[in-house]
């Protein structure tokens, strides 16, 4: 019985020691980039994530795509450019210092998304990530407007003017 209790002490003690030495390891500012493990583990949770949340609770989308594109136009000079920049693609100082950075809404990671899993991501932000959620603060209808306008610039198009 003694030496049962003597293991358990001794990996008990070992379990703090590692644990201890694996915190201090870990870098906890924002200027440091993490390595690719760990930067591949958060992807993968955030996308895992995403895609579950976003299979339900997710509204039709607007009915009039052209209108929705052009009030998205707007609302995202408004609520979006600050960060990822007028074209989406080319972030603002704002945007570049944040850790990460603030996506490229051109690139093929964000344009890989459904829209359900877009308009997730608009609605509730993205936690750790400088990316706020705007569903407390905008329609349903206005967050479609954004996802559409966003698709918009997938195409190298920033306005509703020409299709």
């Known amino acids: 019985m003694k030496r049962r209790l003597l293991w358990v002490l001794a990996v008990l003690a070992l ?83 944040m850790y990460p950075r603030a996506a490229d809404l051109t690139s093929s990671s964000v344009q890989a998304y459904s829209d359900p899993e877009l308009f997730w991501i608009i609605k509730n932000g993205i936690r750790f990530s400088g990316m706020p959620g705007f569903g407390k603060v905008e329609s349903d209808e206005h967050i479609w407007d954004l996802v559409n306008y966003i698709r918009r610039l997938k195409k190298g198009k920033s306005g509703s003017g020409s299709d």
């Open 15 to 97: 379990f703090i020691v590692a644990a201890t030495l694996a915190l201090t390891q870990v870098q906890m500012g924002a200027l440091p980039r993490p390595g690719r493990a760990e930067q591949f583990v958060a992807t993968q949770i955030k996308r895992f994530v995403i895609h579950r949340e976003s299979r339900s609770g997710v509204p039709p989308p607007p009915q009039d795509l052209q209108a929705s594109i052009a009030q998205g136009e707007t609302s995202y000079g408004t609520d979006c450019s600050m960060c990822h920049g007028m074209d989406g693609h080319t972030p603002t100082d704002t945007g570049r210092w």
